[in-house]
């Protein structure tokens, strides 16, 4: 930290303006994200304590939580193999209109979440295109824990696809080679030499993914059924106590989101450490 | 094991280019083979054949009479280094040497203590005791290269194919690892085909030199009978440095367009024509004037190189012919009245004249 303030005040630097830069850097980001953050600390303990203390003992918003940390994990994780599926054929796989399927990838983050919970809400609604028939089979997505998780691997896809497509396109594929050469056997040679040099990639997907479903409202909202102590998702209950102007209740909600959040985002960062120790040049 | 190519061919996928165009090649057991060649002659191309990398489509590749039908069957039997040495970056070094043991089915899978004991040995052998347990993005490149060789050489192969292995290697490490090499060959009997740019590198290690040009094997011949008589021009120019001089033969000697280059007497089995002279720098001798005679020829020093003073012969016709002489002390410009060529081989239409 000393050090750091030490750097602040030295001017001699071979980047130009690196004083300049680097106040702009550090007002925008507390402008943009700690300032907002911090607020969001604050706020839920001027009611007062108690108030707060009430708030958090609420079994509704505890099964909420849970609703949202579930699903999206959930989520990622079933977006894990299809990112991965994705990304490969879209690197390896020389097939026809893959530059449009690229395009196509970003969709889910460009398209309105409302919109898009709307499509699938239509969809795999009992009399929808998907819904009928899968419903048939005794598969009810819409209105339950299912259906959110269809709609969190809908808008989580994209990140999963990004963060492993550029690991993978840097991955030789002298690799595979090397391995067949020296006698392994096809899923040998999937799970030895592509997959586990993509472990720190498949991880930061995850990580983004996740963090994506655990905010995610609007696409999620339409399908969910939005039962209490069921189908309901932490965000939405936010805006249920918001609109009961019981504000305590919803920065409670929000306090406990965002610790959470930071938590399990923390500890991905960490394993991804962990897990690309191998890239670090001596 | 004996490698033997026959009639080996490959289009490029889609345009339907030549890659290899009927590539014939008997290596014999425990032979160390250099392939040389320009960039885009195939080299490459023919060694990953050889390992089954690339799909031929005519043509057979057999390992000691045994005709090889894909990867799977040269598994364990071939070693290859790749040229960026295809290290796997998420192993250790030791990992990545016993990879080749470790996905070995359980029932001939030696246990985890004599595979251990392997890379042991083969990190003693490589002259890397203590690099088992670092990652390869924490290693120079000799020593990747040398991890990388001994990944190849875990399952005990007979055959060693190495592309370009020397090419991301600094001029010493390159040569000491040179040397090094061709000793690992000899003392575990194995036959090496090695793929290079570099035709001193090729005349330094190799027994045998096959130069390759468009796909096609130009000559294939030991370091020594492709000095003294390259096949094509493209021969004794890709192997050192050459001067051409055309002229005519005729009457079994060899008169040069150029008079101030001296005519020699050429053997009878050579037909009377046109025909080129190609000579090293080093073979030229400059004729000194007699007395009374003027001197049209100057040369004046330009670097030196492998005890040879380096000079640039200025003459009409021809812009700086390089040519050589043994360091001797002296050091200045040098006069003279005509060069002898007669050790220059000849040539037509590209190809030698015997």
């Not at chain 1, 106590?241 to 209740?249: I, V």
């Not at chain 2, 001197?295 to 021809?318: D, K, M, Q, S, T």
Request: glycine share 8%; charged share 15%; net charge neutral.
């Amino acid at each position: 930290m000393k050090q750091f303030f030490l750097a602040l005040l030295r001017s001699n630097r071979a980047l130009p303006g690196y004083r300049l830069s680097l106040i702009t850097t550090l007002l925008w980001a507390g402008l943009l994200i700690v300032l907002p953050l911090s607020t969001l600390l604050v706020r839920p303990w001027q009611d007062g304590v108690s108030a707060m203390l009430t708030a958090l003992r609420d079994g509704r918003m505890f099964a909420a939580l849970w609703t949202s940390f579930s699903c999206a994990a959930t989520a990622a994780a079933c977006n894990l193999p299809f990112g991965l599926m994705l990304a490969w054929a879209l690197v390896r796989g020389h097939l026809p209109g893959r530059h449009v399927a690229n395009a196509l990838i970003d969709l889910p983050l460009a398209l309105p979440t409302a919109v898009s919970g709307i499509t699938l809400a239509t969809l795999y609604s009992p009399h929808g295109w998907l819904g009928e028939p899968l419903s048939r089979l005794g598969i009810f997505v819409s209105y339950n824990r299912l259906g959110i998780v269809v709609a969190l691997m809908f808008v989580g896809l994209p990140f999963m696809v990004r963060a492993i497509e550029p690991v993978l396109r840097d991955l030789p594929h002298e690799l595979e080679e090397a391995a067949q050469l020296l006698g392994a056997r096809p899923w040998q040679v999937f799970t030895r030499v592509i997959v586990a040099p993509l472990l720190p990639a498949l991880v930061t997907g995850f990580g983004l993914a996740f963090a994506r479903g655990i905010g995610e409202y609007g696409s999620v909202i339409f399908i969910a059924g939005n039962q209490p102590f069921r189908s309901e998702i932490a965000p939405l209950l936010i805006v249920v106590r918001l609109q009961e102007f019981d504000y305590a209740g919803a920065t409670a909600i929000a306090l406990v989101l965002l610790v959470a959040s930071l938590l399990v985002l923390l500890l991905v960062g960490m394993m991804r450490k962990r897990l690309a120790l191998w890239s670090e040049p001596a | 094991m004996s490698i033997e190519v026959s009639a080996l061919e490959r289009f490029a996928p889609g345009r339907g280019k030549a890659l290899l165009r009927k590539v014939s090649l008997d290596v014999p057991d425990s032979a160390f083979v250099a392939l040389v060649g320009p960039s885009g002659a195939g080299k490459t191309t023919l060694l990953r054949a050889i390992a089954g990398l690339d799909p031929y489509q005519a043509g057979t590749v057999s390992l000691d009479g045994q005709v090889m039908e894909d990867v799977s069957a040269r598994a364990g039997q071939v070693g290859f280094v790749f040229q960026n040495y295809a290290l796997f970056p998420h192993m250790t070094a030791a990992r990545n040497i016993a990879f080749g043991l470790d996905v070995l089915p359980a029932a001939r899978r030696p246990t985890r203590a004599r595979i251990n004991e392997r890379v042991r040995e083969l990190l003693e052998l490589m002259q890397i005791p203590d690099l088992g347990g670092a990652y390869p993005a924490r290693l120079s490149g000799g020593q990747r290269q040398r991890v990388a060789l001994a990944r190849a050489l875990a399952t005990g192969p007979r055959v060693l194919l190495l592309d370009e292995p020397f090419g991301a290697l600094d001029p010493i490490v390159r040569r000491s690892i040179r040397s090094w090499l061709r000793e690992l060959h000899d003392r575990l009997g194995l036959t090496t085909i090695l793929v290079t740019h570099d035709q001193e590198e090729a005349l330094d290690v190799a027994d045998r030199i096959v130069v390759m040009q468009d796909g096609q094997i130009v000559q294939d011949a030991s370091p020594v009978d492709l000095d003294s008589s390259p096949a094509t021009e493209f021969v004794m120019e890709f192997l050192g440095e050459a001067v051409s001089f055309p002229g005519i033969v005729g009457a079994g000697r060899m008169v040069l367009d150029d008079p101030l280059v001296l005519p020699f007497s050429v053997p009878d089995s050579v037909a009377d024509g046109p025909a080129v002279a190609m000579i090293r720098p080093y073979e030229i001798q400059l004729v000194p004037a007699q007395p009374g005679q003027n001197a049209p020829l100057r040369a004046v020093p330009r670097g030196a190189r492998n005890g040879y003073r380096h000079y640039v012969l200025n003459c009409a016709g021809h812009d700086g012919i390089p040519f050589f002489l043994p360091q001797d002390g002296a050091d200045h410009a040098l006069e003279g009245a005509a060069l002898d060529i007669s050790r220059a081989r000849l040539f037509r239409n590209g190809l030698a004249c015997l």
